[in-house]
């Protein structure tokens, strides 16, 4: 089975349910030989693309917009020139991007023949222990869990990978810090996946069941609502103390929509940078054999402002750059620490630990 198969399969178990990155969770492998497509492959490929948009996309007259601008675009020549698979699919992103400015919708181009996908989208048994394995290896998106000085939980979480396949991992990861005073949880290389895993997570932080987000999907115009959960896996974290979210620009997708809930809700201070800016979920359409889409069919909904953070991001209470987030989440939480503390001992040792924090180079846990 060729890679790129195994990234779509891996793509659509995320996708069906999940903001999932296009850029990141479906890009084939980029040291792939490009292909000559000819006028005939060319034309087949933008007519696929379109009747796909019109079937799925969930902005309906956006799709209309969308195919008006790419016949123009063909009327003029525009693509006339193209012979390479890997321009045609990118020229159509950048044009199609232009009239949406969506961040999931784009063109993918494989090298090696993308099989027809059964009706039910369902991965054989073969894929789904490949993405398994590929998950695991992962270790579910928990990159890093630890305890730093007084009494400070961190968690580095990638992916928010599907939740029945990472619910033993985070369960472990939350327990670990259940018993932290304050807690920092780095999304700043967080691209998205599960939305039942945002609300998995989330329920650690809440003392009772509250209400998400809400997801409108354009087949049969349903609402599927999100909402935390009363019971979880291991130890809660609870709602009393402090948690600090980190974010970058690259912040995307599932990891958006757990930050721009949260900061709704008033649980968490959010620190970095502005987030992508990615809200709509979708699903990998194959075109043909050596061409893919991935095309949103729903939009995440707040629950009180009825809007998302698509093409603007999730802005951060706290601006400063993503290498810097880490630092300045720990001093604001130590700076609390020494103000509430009576020891006198005790406040020189956490003023010195600030200075030393102010002094490090803290950028690092970018490049891990």
């Not at 928990?142 to 990978?161: C, Q, S, T």
């Not at 290389?189 to 354009?218: C, Q, W």
Request: aromatic content about 8%; glycine content about 6%.
């Amino acid at each position: 089975m060729n890679n790129f198969r195994c990234a779509i399969a891996s793509g659509m178990l995320l996708c069906a349910l999940a903001f999932v990155p296009a850029s990141a969770q479906m890009r084939p492998d980029p040291n792939q030989p490009d292909m000559v497509v000819s006028a005939a492959q060319r034309q087949a490929v933008i007519d696929a693309m379109i009747k796909e948009m019109h079937r799925s996309y969930v902005f309906p007259e956006q799709a209309k917009k969308v195919e008006a601008v790419i016949r123009q675009h063909q009327k003029k020549g525009d693509y006339d020139s193209i012979t390479s698979a890997e321009k045609l699919s990118t020229t159509l992103t950048e044009h199609v991007f232009a009239q949406t400015r969506d961040k999931h919708l784009r063109l993918f181009y494989s090298a090696q023949p993308i099989p027809e996908e059964p009706k039910d989208k369902k991965p054989s048994v073969e894929e789904h222990e490949q993405q398994l394995a590929g998950m695991r290896s992962q270790n579910f998106g928990v990159e890093r869990v630890e305890r730093l000085p007084f009494n400070i939980g961190y968690l580095d979480l990638r992916a928010f990978a599907p939740a029945k396949d990472a619910a033993d991992t985070l369960a472990a990861a939350m327990t670990l810090l259940a018993h932290t005073d304050a807690l920092i949880i780095d999304l700043r290389k967080n691209g998205g996946g599960d939305p039942a895993t945002v609300t998995l997570l989330a329920s650690y932080l809440l003392d009772e069941r509250t209400h998400m987000t809400d997801i409108y999907f354009r087949e049969g115009e349903r609402t599927e609502q999100m909402w935390s959960s009363d019971v979880v896996p291991g130890t809660r974290f609870g709602q009393k103390k402090d948690v600090y979210v980190l974010t970058s620009k690259y912040t995307f997708s599932a990891a958006e929509d757990f930050s721009y809930a949260l900061k709704g809700l008033k649980r968490i201070t959010l620190v970095g940078e502005t987030t992508g800016g990615g809200a709509h979920p979708g699903d990998v359409m194959r075109l043909n054999q050596n061409f893919a889409m991935f095309v949103p069919n729903g939009r995440s909904l707040g629950p009180v402002t009825k809007a998302n953070w698509e093409g603007v991001g999730v802005a951060p209470d706290v601006s400063v750059t993503a290498e810097d987030a880490f630092k300045t989440a720990q001093i604001a939480i130590l700076n609390k620490l020494a103000a509430n503390e009576k020891s006198p001992g005790k406040v020189e040792r956490i003023k010195t630990r600030i200075a030393r924090v102010n002094s490090e180079n803290t950028a690092g846990t970018m490049a891990r």
